[in-house]
């Protein structure tokens, strides 16, 4: 079953602001959870917004093909999911069979763009695009809380980028 992402809300039966009780109604348990605050290599000071959050990681989701969910204060800030599955369409498409043509329709769209190593945020639709440079196709997306990327955007290592997405 193919499944929309919607800007600032969500994909299919996911939206932005549940808790983790309501997915769990919905996915049934993670495989995974982790609380990123507590790895030893991370330094809270450094990056504030970890104190809050939840990771959930996910192998059996059915047809939604989601790697993890992200809480943050305990409501479902991030879903990041495969780019190379058939069933999750952006603008009606697949992304699987439309992946370079949509990072350039997306920034046609207007709104700022910033990048982050392979990672292109989409400011205006709350959307993170990762692809490969070797491949330069999407290899995951994030639809992410806008609230969310506001607080963590001075720590994350994003630069506004202005050029063409694909060579």
């Known amino acids: 079953m193919p499944y929309e992402i919607e800007f600032h809300r969500g994909i299919g039966p996911l939206s932005l602001g549940m ?19 507590k790895y030893w290599f991370l330094e809270d000071e450094d990056r504030p917004y970890l104190r809050h959050q939840i990771v959930e990681t ?19 800030a991030s879903i990041k999911l495969h780019g190379d599955s058939s069933e999750v369409l952006l603008h009606g498409r ?3 069979k439309e992946r370079r043509r949509l990072l350039t329709e997306l920034q046609a769209l207007g709104g700022d763009v910033f990048i982050n190593g392979e990672s292109y945020y989409f400011e205006k639709h709350g959307i ?15 639809i992410i809380d806008p609230e969310l990327q506001k607080f963590r955007f001075p720590f994350d290592c994003y630069k506004p980028h202005n050029g063409p997405i694909v060579p």
């Open 19 to 37: 808790s983790q009780v309501e997915v769990a109604a919905i996915l049934g348990k993670p495989d995974e959870e982790a609380d990123p605050s």
């Open 58 to 76: 996910r192998s059996e989701t059915g047809d939604l093909p989601i790697v993890d969910l992200m809480y943050f204060k305990k409501k479902l």
């Open 94 to 96: 697949p992304l699987a």
């Open 128 to 142: 993170v695009l990762t692809r490969t440079k070797a491949r330069k196709d999407i290899n995951y997306v994030k």
